[in-house]
């Protein structure tokens, strides 16, 4: 568990149990939330985003407003395993200049 402040405002970051994640892509996560700051205060309880990080991958993070302010971060998806759905095929998402051109 991890705590920030936004304002007057103290937040905590938890991870999901069944995450195995090593110390620098923690840290990465928690920067990557961090950094968002204010914007956090606009999504509603129960709400989840989704942030895209180049070390990590895909970060899902649910909101959590009551009783506690509280950001879970609850899955990681590494790039290679992006797939998108276009034209009733799936296939892997070319990622390669995805967060490049960021």
Same mark, same amino acid.
């Given at each position: @568990?991890?705590?920030? #402040?936004?304002?007057?405002?103290?937040?905590?970051?938890?991870?999901?149990?069944?995450?195995?994640?090593?110390?620098?892509?923690?840290?990465?996560?928690?920067?990557?939330?961090? $950094? @968002?700051? *204010?914007?956090?205060?606009? !999504?509603?309880?129960?709400?989840?985003? %989704?942030?895209?990080?180049? *070390?990590?991958?895909?970060?899902?993070?649910?909101?959590?407003?009551?009783?506690?302010?509280?950001?879970?971060?609850?899955?990681?998806?590494?790039?290679?395993?992006?797939? $998108? #759905?276009?034209?009733?095929? %799936?296939?892997? !998402?070319?990622?390669?200049?995805? *967060?490049?051109? #960021?």
């Amino acid at each position: @568990m991890y705590r920030f #402040s936004i304002g007057d405002e103290d937040w905590i970051i938890i991870f999901s149990p069944h995450l195995s994640l090593e110390q620098k892509e923690k840290e990465e996560i928690i920067r990557s939330i961090a $950094i @968002m700051g *204010l914007q956090w205060a606009a !999504f509603s309880h129960g709400e989840s985003c %989704v942030i895209f990080q180049e *070390l990590v991958g895909a970060i899902v993070v649910r909101i959590e407003k009551v009783p506690s302010l509280i950001l879970t971060v609850s899955a990681v998806v590494q790039r290679d395993r992006w797939y $998108i #759905s276009e034209n009733n095929k %799936v296939e892997p !998402f070319d990622n390669d200049n995805f *967060l490049e051109g #960021s």
